[in-house]
């Protein structure tokens, strides 16, 4: 289980062709959200398959792939992270929480986040304070912010969904369409399990939230009331 193994298949599962796909889906262009990244062309599926493979790497050698310029390395060291957290006893989870955390810089595109944050933040915060995620939705980072809405999935999943109101409302007016979008995707998952509770914060919000947040929000509801609210007459 050793970084120059792991490294290495990553470079065995490289796709020059796929890179260059990636590149433009994951806005790399030069005054874009990820701006600078490189990617390898590696697909997602592929990259879980080195994960199981090295899931018992040390800290040491996934802080160096956190650190990576390569966008996979990045994920494969987070996704790796996932893996020990779901396996870990509680000081390992404490652990894996603080490493995450104190190396939340390298966690800077929306995938990244979007496949570890509720399973390590979140996960670990359920019984807990939670003044971090509202530390960080205030943010001027997009990321942090990005983290505090995702990490609220896991409460959500657990039908606890005061805290991602809260966050929601904060950043209500947020002007970033990254964010835009995970407050809307997560007020919809509270109406997958709580129709009442997404539609009462709506009430009060929907005519001062941006539009694609509230798009988001009520992708799934039914079209005639779906449009009452793009219309305003709700």
């Not at 407050?183 to 009060?204: A, C, P, Q, S, Y």
Request: charged fraction near 30%; include cysteine.
């Amino acid at each position: 289980m050793s970084l120059t193994e792991i490294k290495k298949e990553i470079k065995k599962n490289a796709n020059p062709q796929k890179a260059v796909l990636l590149q433009r889906f994951f806005k790399t262009a030069p005054g874009e959200y990820g701006a600078g990244d490189i990617f390898l062309g590696i697909m997602v599926p592929v990259q879980r398959s080195i994960v199981k493979k090295y899931k018992e790497l040390s800290f040491r050698d996934i802080k160096e792939l956190l650190y990576s310029d390569k966008h996979e390395e990045r994920l494969i060291a987070l996704l790796i992270l996932v893996e020990q957290y779901k396996k870990g006893d509680e000081q390992k989870k404490e652990d894996i929480f603080t490493f995450y955390h104190l190396h939340r810089k390298r966690i800077n595109n929306w995938d990244l986040v979007d496949l570890t944050a509720h399973r390590i933040s979140g996960a670990y915060l359920m019984d807990k304070e939670k003044s971090l995620l509202y530390k960080l939705a205030e943010s001027k980072n997009i990321w942090d912010r990005r983290i505090a809405v995702l990490s609220t999935f896991h409460f959500i999943k657990n039908n606890v969904f005061d805290d991602a109101l809260c966050i929601a409302e904060i950043l209500l007016n947020d002007k970033h369409d990254l964010i835009q979008k995970a407050v809307g995707w997560m007020l919809r998952e509270i109406g997958n399990r709580d129709i009442n509770t997404e539609e009462g914060f709506l009430e009060k919000n929907y005519k001062k939230m941006p539009r694609t947040m509230l798009r988001y929000a009520i992708e799934k509801f039914p079209e005639q009331k779906r449009l009452a609210y793009l219309k305003g007459t709700i």
